[in-house]
């Protein structure tokens, strides 16, 4: 399921890692989220968070939140800024893969 919290704001859209990152949770049978954050005069623009995650066996749980933001950016532009997880082996949030990583764990992970 693909969930979009809000629309991008005017003059962007979506990168194409995030758009890559959530077709392929969509297709492994996770759950998804894409929001955008509007810019405020103290963040230095707009910014997009992308959750996927699923529940596993016996309750384990992987939650890969990616943001990328704008700040420092071209206008429309928005780069990588962040990455969390909360996976079976480490619940607890922590510093996330890297993109290819998730990837990597979506693939050995499809939702049954």
Known sequence: MTTTA???????????????????ATAAGWRTLSSW????????????TVQVGR????????????????RGCAPGRVRLFSSLASTPTTPQWHNGPSLKAIHIVISQHPQT
């Open 37 to 48: 954050t509007p810019a405020t005069q103290s963040s230095g623009g707009p910014s997009l």
């Open 6 to 24: 809000t629309p991008a704001p005017t003059g962007y859209t979506v990168p194409p890692a995030a758009a890559k990152l959530l077709a392929a």
């Open 55 to 70: 529940l596993g066996p016996n309750g384990r749980r992987w939650h890969y939140k990616v943001v990328w933001h704008a």
